[in-house]
Protein backbone atom coordinates (compact mmCIF):
# COMPACT_ATOMS: atom_id res chain seq x y z
CA UNK A 1 0.00 0.00 0.00
CA UNK A 2 1.16 3.35 -1.06
CA UNK A 3 2.25 5.52 1.95
CA UNK A 4 3.04 9.01 2.67
CA UNK A 5 3.69 10.16 6.51
CA UNK A 6 4.72 13.26 6.96
CA UNK A 7 6.57 14.06 10.68
CA UNK A 8 8.81 17.20 12.40
CA UNK A 9 5.68 19.65 13.27
CA UNK A 10 5.77 21.52 15.96
CA UNK A 11 4.65 24.72 17.85
CA UNK A 12 7.65 27.49 17.34
CA UNK A 13 8.19 31.13 17.54
CA UNK A 14 8.22 33.40 14.93
CA UNK A 15 11.56 33.88 13.44
CA UNK A 16 12.82 30.03 14.38
CA UNK A 17 13.25 26.98 11.83
CA UNK A 18 11.27 24.02 11.35
CA UNK A 19 12.28 20.80 9.51
CA UNK A 20 8.91 18.47 8.00
CA UNK A 21 10.15 15.21 6.64
CA UNK A 22 8.26 13.08 4.30
CA UNK A 23 9.07 9.29 4.38
CA UNK A 24 7.38 6.89 1.35
CA UNK A 25 6.66 3.72 1.84
CA UNK A 26 7.46 2.59 -1.65
CA UNK A 27 10.33 2.02 -3.82
CA UNK A 28 9.04 3.87 -6.85
CA UNK A 29 9.27 7.07 -5.06
CA UNK A 30 12.25 8.27 -7.03
CA UNK A 31 9.65 8.62 -10.47
CA UNK A 32 7.54 10.88 -8.51
CA UNK A 33 7.31 14.57 -8.25
CA UNK A 34 7.20 15.42 -4.34
CA UNK A 35 5.02 18.85 -3.47
CA UNK A 36 4.29 20.33 -0.19
CA UNK A 37 0.94 22.16 0.18
CA UNK A 38 -0.20 23.53 3.51
CA UNK A 39 -3.65 24.90 4.80
CA UNK A 40 -4.78 26.90 7.59
CA UNK A 41 -7.85 27.18 9.73
CA UNK A 42 -10.88 28.57 7.59
CA UNK A 43 -8.25 28.42 4.30
CA UNK A 44 -8.55 26.63 1.02
CA UNK A 45 -5.24 24.20 0.44
CA UNK A 46 -2.05 26.34 -1.10
CA UNK A 47 1.00 25.27 -2.40
CA UNK A 48 4.13 25.69 -1.06
CA UNK A 49 7.29 24.08 -2.46
CA UNK A 50 7.59 21.05 -5.41
CA UNK A 51 10.67 19.26 -6.04
CA UNK A 52 11.36 17.27 -9.97
CA UNK A 53 11.84 13.37 -9.60
CA UNK A 54 15.50 13.99 -9.62
CA UNK A 55 16.04 16.81 -7.47
CA UNK A 56 17.15 18.77 -10.44
CA UNK A 57 14.27 21.40 -10.36
CA UNK A 58 12.43 22.99 -7.40
CA UNK A 59 9.46 25.33 -6.99
CA UNK A 60 8.28 27.63 -3.80
CA UNK A 61 5.44 30.22 -3.65
CA UNK A 62 6.46 33.48 -3.61
CA UNK A 63 5.38 33.69 0.37
CA UNK A 64 8.01 31.47 0.88
CA UNK A 65 10.79 31.95 -1.15
CA UNK A 66 14.02 32.49 0.37
CA UNK A 67 13.10 31.03 3.35
CA UNK A 68 11.85 27.56 2.85
CA UNK A 69 13.87 24.88 1.08
CA UNK A 70 12.64 21.41 -0.38
CA UNK A 71 14.87 19.04 -0.75
CA UNK A 72 14.24 14.80 -1.39
CA UNK A 73 16.69 11.55 -0.99
CA UNK A 74 15.78 9.08 -3.17
CA UNK A 75 17.90 6.14 -1.53
CA UNK A 76 15.74 6.82 1.42
CA UNK A 77 12.72 7.55 -0.01
CA UNK A 78 12.15 11.22 1.85
CA UNK A 79 11.44 14.67 0.93
CA UNK A 80 12.33 17.24 3.40
CA UNK A 81 10.94 20.79 3.97
CA UNK A 82 13.50 22.95 5.69
CA UNK A 83 11.04 26.36 7.13
CA UNK A 84 13.67 28.91 8.26
CA UNK A 85 12.52 32.47 9.59
CA UNK A 86 8.77 30.97 10.43
CA UNK A 87 6.27 33.71 10.63
CA UNK A 88 2.67 33.43 12.35
CA UNK A 89 1.28 33.42 8.95
CA UNK A 90 2.94 30.01 8.34
CA UNK A 91 0.43 28.12 11.04
CA UNK A 92 -1.18 25.51 9.16
CA UNK A 93 -1.60 21.71 8.38
CA UNK A 94 1.29 20.94 6.14
CA UNK A 95 0.90 18.03 3.63
CA UNK A 96 3.53 16.29 1.53
CA UNK A 97 2.24 15.25 -1.81
CA UNK A 98 3.41 12.42 -4.60
CA UNK A 99 2.54 12.29 -8.42
CA UNK A 100 3.50 13.23 -11.70
CA UNK A 101 1.39 16.75 -12.31
CA UNK A 102 1.80 19.06 -15.66
CA UNK A 103 1.67 21.49 -13.00
CA UNK A 104 3.40 21.14 -9.69
CA UNK A 105 1.20 23.69 -7.83
CA UNK A 106 -2.27 22.49 -8.62
CA UNK A 107 -2.87 19.58 -5.34
CA UNK A 108 -5.97 17.92 -7.69
CA UNK A 109 -3.14 16.54 -10.08
CA UNK A 110 -0.93 14.72 -7.30
CA UNK A 111 -1.65 10.64 -6.04
CA UNK A 112 -0.76 10.68 -2.97
CA UNK A 113 -0.69 12.50 0.09
CA UNK A 114 0.87 11.99 3.48
CA UNK A 115 -2.08 12.76 6.52
CA UNK A 116 -0.45 15.91 7.36
CA UNK A 117 1.79 17.65 9.90
CA UNK A 118 0.56 20.78 12.03
CA UNK A 119 2.78 23.64 12.55
CA UNK A 120 2.15 26.72 14.46
CA UNK A 121 3.92 29.82 14.48
CA UNK A 122 2.93 32.01 17.63
CA UNK A 123 4.26 35.91 17.32
Known amino acids: QVQLVESGGGSVQAGDSLRLSCAASWHTFRRYTMGWFRQAPGKEREFVAAITWSGGTTYYADSVKGRFTISRDNAKNTSNLQMNSLKPEDTAVYYC????????????????WGQGTQVTVSS
Open 97 to 112: AAGAPVAVDRGTLYDY
